[in-house]
């Protein structure tokens, strides 16, 4: 199994609607995820990060943890044609810092 | 000002060609990285540095070598290129070896023929 695991997409959801991105983990152990958007031809950005089960909201944005399932998540409210982007699900390990471990993204297509 | 810079852009070059790509950031970060971004848009970590000092080298070959000569800078050169080297390069900075919010830099597109 992958380090970090991505739902294999692509995704794509009509405007408006919620999109939803999860992503596995293998281990447990004290770890941070961190959500990351890449528009096409462009570098990665921050848009969320989560470090303890349970909801994290920021805006139109809502990440999950569930360290028992072993699952992270990201869901996208009121989906815009531009949040048409691929979304990587990122893990870094308390014991392994300067180490950001991603998954293989997700295409996410939001269609008017 | 752009916070994280990487030049060149873009890299063509044949097999067996050596090239650099050089990185800079202005953010007054501890830690510099690069990833590697293959066509299948998979990001993977080569090395990390915090404070011009070597922290990860992700099992990466000896082709590659990253160079630190301040906490500012961290540059890549890379010997014998081979077909399989060709990605795109990511740099990228955080504000210490512990903080998950990476910065980076615009990419550096490698191909090799």
């Known amino acids: 199994q992958k380090e970090v695991e991505q739902n294999s997409g692509p995704l794509s959801v009509p405007e408006g609607a919620i999109a939803s991105l999860n992503c596995t983990y293998s281990d447990r152990g004290s770890q941070s995820f961190f959500w990351y958007r890449q528009y096409s031809g462009k570098s990665p950005e921050l848009i969320m990060s989560i470090y303890s089960n349970g909801d994290k909201e920021d805006g139109r944005f809502t990440a999950q943890l569930n360290k028992a399932s072993q699952y992270v998540s990201l869901l996208i409210r009121d989906s815009q044609p531009s949040d048409s982007a691929t979304y990587l699900c990122a893990r870094q390990r308390g014991t392994s810092y300067g180490k950001l471990t991603f998954g293989q993204g997700t295409i996410l297509t939001v269609h008017p | 000002d752009t916070a994280v810079s990487q030049t060149p852009k873009y890299l063509v070059t044949q097999m067996g060609n050596d090239k650099s790509i050089k990185c800079e950031q202005n953010l007054g970060h501890d830690t510099m990285y690069w990833y590697k971004q293959d066509s299948k848009k998979f990001l993977k970590i080569m090395f990390s540095?915090?404070?011009?000092?070597?922290?990860i080298n992700e099992t990466v070959p000896n082709r590659f070598s990253p160079k630190s000569p301040d906490k500012a800078h961290l540059n890549l050169h890379i010997n014998s290129l081979e077909l399989g080297d060709s990605a795109v390069y990511f740099c990228?900075?955080?504000?210490?070896?512990?903080?998950?919010?990476?910065?980076f830099g615009e990419g550096s597109r490698l191909t090799v023929l």
């Open positions: 540095y915090n404070n011009k000092e070597l922290i």
């Open positions: 990228a900075s955080s504000q210490d070896l512990a903080a998950g919010e990476l910065f």
